[in-house]
């Protein structure tokens, strides 16, 4: 029977740096499962004590002893959540003092400073991309294709726009993705509107079975959808991106994250926010 348990990310924020860092810590455990809980805006003692209350609830019905992550910087507030009977892990605790005595300064401990629009810079720079992506998403305009910092190609459903999504929320990159469709193949040419951005341009590929699964769901039973149709279009997209010189990744079982860190890398692009 495989094993459970229940792991809480406790912030005083949006609760994503704690997720982030215990969802990496979590993955090295093979063999159990884990049902998470984010618990955001623990920033006053009363709100502490709700989810002490409910982490204390969790501890009695569990099999296991609960898990909680914390990035509560509040020194009170941090104290309440700890007297829950569950494995505490403090990541600001663990670092901020080891850190203060190695720069020989003490921190702000300022609540929600790695995910707020305190930054204007970094955040406006965030946002612009965002909406560069989208309105450049799968070929649905031809403008200002320059200032992109990539281009996205390949086949529908290959994906483009939740990469394109995560260049731009995550690293501030602009990111614009394109279609190759069974008309490019016919002409053997790229479309003309990336013709003149090249060394922009990188692929994304990925396995037809997979292929003819995402597009089953969209549109059962259709053409788009069929097998051969799949196979034909990876085919003779993979052989355009090699006839053209366009660096590309299969993204059939590769993450997210890994897709646009290696896309990071092999086009030298910076990342812009942080």
């Known amino acids: 029977m495989t094993q459970r348990r229940t792991v809480f990310f406790v912030s005083d924020g949006t609760g994503i740096t704690a997720q982030m860092l215990g969802h990496s810590l979590l993955t090295q455990f093979e063999g159990l499962e884990f049902d998470q809980v984010n618990l955001p805006f ?51 605790e663990t670092f901020i003092d080891p850190l203060e ?3 020989g ?12 629009s305190m930054d204007k810079r970094e955040y406006k720079q965030r946002i612009e991309a965002v909406n560069f992506a989208m309105a450049h998403d799968d070929g649905a305009s031809h403008r200002e294709l320059a200032d992109a910092d ?7 459903r290959s994906g483009k726009t939740p990469t394109s999504l995560y260049l731009a929320l995550q690293f501030g990159v602009k990111t614009a993705n394109y279609p190759l469709i069974p008309e490019d193949f016919q002409r053997k040419e790229l479309p003309p509107a990336l013709q003149a951005h090249k060394p922009k341009l990188y692929g994304l590929s990925i396995a037809p079975e997979r292929l003819r699964e995402i597009r089953q769901e969209r549109r059962p039973g259709s053409q788009y959808a069929d097998p051969e149709n799949c196979r034909y279009e990876i ?5 355009m991106m090699r006839r ?12 997210i994250e890994e897709i646009a860190t290696t896309i990071l890398r092999e ?8």
């Open 101 to 103: 005595a190695g720069l």
């Open 150 to 156: 990539v281009i996205l190609v390949g086949v529908s």
């Open 42 to 92: 623990v920033d006053t003692v009363d709100k502490a004590q709700d989810c002490l209350e409910r982490i204390e609830r969790e501890s009695l019905r569990a099999d296991g002893q609960p898990i909680v992550f914390s990035t509560l910087v509040n020194g009170d507030v941090r104290d309440v959540v700890r007297r829950a009977n569950a494995l505490f892990l403090d990541f600001f």
């Open 235 to 239: 085919e003779h997209a993979e052989r």
């Open 244 to 255: 053209e010189g366009i660096r590309w990744i299969n993204s059939t079982a590769k993450s």
């Open 267 to 274: 086009l030298k692009l910076e990342r812009r926010v942080f």
């Open 105 to 116: 300064v003490k921190s702000s401990h300022t609540i929600g400073r790695s995910h707020s």
